[in-house]
């Protein structure tokens, strides 16, 4: 643990975290010591945000946001589906972006014919709004642990729908075990970069994400920034993985957990404890309640 540099609690107006690996535990659950710091935070500073920053849907986080009483708080927007669905504290959109069909087909055409010749089983689940599309139930119960809503739809049906516009998807998340996604990630990213408009990502070692261009966790956080007139320095971030290096890069102060991810901890202002010895409730801890 490395917390060398603290900002002040007047410094600070913007409380920016992801959720899986850092607000909550290895169980997926936020601590009871977490919630009540988080609450006396809120409690007693009412200029002070406090933005969840996912690869979940907003139905996911529902029990997490009631906990932390910010469902509806003013100054609370929250950010999903890494990026590309922004809501405002009033729980309505301000702000949403949508993967190409054609990009939706190519993509999942070409996993078809990179895993089914070499006998590796995947799942694909397309994120379309607060809803997690799929075509069978494979790996759904890793969806579901995450308190996602997974529906599943027949594939003909389902491109069908996409295709007429019925249903506009988010992004893909692509699925599999850590051992095969290590092996073909490379060979995806090649495939991906002969688009312009669509970016990688990864949250979880089991999965890979396909984004729109321009949007995740950073440009999300700017854009709130700017709605509420905040500096860098304003705002305090925290994450454990690849998909929260673009938060990093954009706030002022930045706290990797201990289980995070080497290439997070590098670009940190510091580095805390776990997630699962609370290690978020414990910088916000020292900076506001000290």
């Known amino acids: 643990m490395n917390l060398k540099k603290l900002p002040t609690k007047e410094q600070i107006k913007l409380i920016i975290t992801d959720v899986d690996g850092t607000l ?4 997926h659950q936020v601590s009871d010591n977490t919630i009540k710091i988080i609450n006396e935070i809120l409690d007693n500073n009412n200029d002070v945000s406090f933005v969840l920053a996912t690869g979940k849907t907003r139905f996911s986080t529902i029990d997490i946001r009631n906990n932390l009483r910010i469902m509806n708080k003013p100054k609370c927007p929250a950010v999903h589906t890494n990026g590309c669905v922004i809501y405002n504290d009033r729980n309505e959109i301000i702000h949403e972006v949508f993967l190409d069909p054609k990009i939706i087909f190519d993509n999942l055409s070409f996993y078809e014919k990179l895993f089914i010749p070499a006998g590796k089983q995947y799942a694909y689940f397309l994120y379309c709004g607060d809803i997690c599309y799929t075509q069978n139930e494979y790996l759904n119960d890793v969806l579901v642990s995450y308190d996602e809503d997974v529906k599943i739809m027949e594939e003909k049906e389902l491109f069908a729908k996409i295709k007429s516009g019925e249903i506009k998807c988010n992004k893909i998340c692509l699925f599999s075990d850590e051992d095969t996604i290590n092996k073909y990630k490379q060979t995806i990213k090649d495939f991906m970069s002969k688009y312009d408009n669509i970016e990688y990502t990864q949250a979880i070692p089991i999965c890979i994400e396909v984004i729109p261009e321009k949007v995740g966790k950073g440009e999300a956080l700017k854009y709130i920034m700017k709605s509420l007139n905040l500096k860098p320095e304003n705002v305090i971030a925290f994450g454990d993985s690849l998909n929260d290096v673009p938060m ?13 991810l080497d290439e997070l901890k590098q670009i940190a202002t510091g580095v805390t404890k776990t997630n699962d010895e609370d290690g978020e409730a414990y910088v916000l801890e020292q900076i506001f309640l000290k």
């Open 248 to 260: 990093f890069e954009v706030a002022g102060y930045k706290y990797a957990m201990g289980n995070a």
């Open 24 to 27: 909550q535990n290895s169980k």
